[in-house]
């Protein structure tokens, strides 16, 4: 269990050298996050952009930088299929998303010839630290499939179990958020909550402890099960909230980080190598928390 980023910075193992590839790397708080994870563990990299800009802040920086670590990409597109193919190739472990959409680096990682999807289903997980919370806790997918049908919400969840495995994590729990814990084949996401409970307990979705579904209230408050007289082993501990769609996701938590004072990162699972995924306007110590999560 990790209670927060600082508890996970320290056990991140610097023992095994790992290579970044930087898509669109032309953006400060990119270049600060990569320098800084250099500082920290023994990571490389490669940066794919525009070479003039990538060496005029890298000097700006402080950073003596050898002209060999830059591809030089033309736009947002080049730079995606660029690094893109770099992974493909062997020459990086994690790729990274700089200063270009999401949708331009997730056409690149997903082209049926040259891309590096090594899932069913890509999904976006944002690990979060919440005052008040007792340990880290993810969201997902909040960034991805805009409405995932069932199979593929399974698929969600064993990324995110396989993630929190790679992590120390040995049973997971996980939450399948609805509005109500009650099953209603008017609100659907509850009938797939408990039907991926069903699933689970047949050990089809790794070795993990989900329930479905359940109100917000019920899964991160033991009191509030137990006023409601709802018995659960996941309530008031979930590792991992599964949301019914990337809407609730996405803003359940810029909710938390812009009015609860929440620290958040991310990473996309379900390609050949982790992804290192926030926003564009994410900070730099943002950014290194998902190089953390990536290595981790």
């Known amino acids: 269990m990790y209670v927060s980023f600082d508890q996970l910075r320290h056990s991140v193992s610097a023992g095994m050298s790992k290579t970044i590839v930087a898509a669109a790397a032309h953006d400060v708080h990119t270049l600060e996050a990569v320098y800084a994870a250099t500082k920290e563990f023994f990571v490389q990299y490669i940066l794919v952009g525009n070479r003039e800009k990538i060496m005029a802040i890298s000097s700006k920086l402080g950073v003596n930088l050898n002209p060999e670590a830059i591809v030089d990409a033309a736009d947002d597109a080049d730079c995606a299929n660029k690094a893109v193919a770099l992974i493909r190739d062997g020459w990086g472990h994690i790729l990274m998303k700089g200063l270009l959409e999401t949708g331009v680096l997730l056409k690149a990682v997903l082209d049926k010839d040259f891309g590096i999807r090594d899932s069913d289903t890509l999904s976006h997980i944002a690990v979060l630290e919440v005052p008040g919370y007792h340990k880290l806790i993810s969201v997902t ?13 399974a698929s969600i969840v064993r990324n995110a179990v396989g993630f929190y495995h790679r992590m120390g994590f040995r049973k997971p729990k996980v939450a399948a958020l609805c509005a109500s814990e009650t099953v209603s084949e008017r609100i659907p996401e509850t009938v797939d909550a408990a039907m991926l409970q069903t699933m689970c307990e047949r050990g089809e979705l790794g070795d993990c402890l989900l329930e479905g579904p359940l109100s917000f209230d019920i899964a991160v408050s033991r009191e509030a099960a137990s006023v409601k007289r709802f018995s659960s082993k996941v ?11 990337i809407s609730v996701g996405n803003i359940f938590a810029k909710g938390l980080i812009y009015w ?6 991310g990473c996309i699972l379900g390609a050949k190598v982790p992804i290192v995924l926030v926003s564009r306007n994410a900070t730099a110590e943002e950014k290194l928390y998902a190089i953390m999560l990536c290595m981790a």
């Open 141 to 153: 997918d909040g960034g991805v499939l805009p409405s995932p049908t069932l199979e593929q919400k």
């Open 235 to 245: 309530s008031g501990d979930p590792d991992i909230l599964l949301v019914p769609n």
């Open 260 to 265: 609860g004072g929440t620290k958040m990162t």
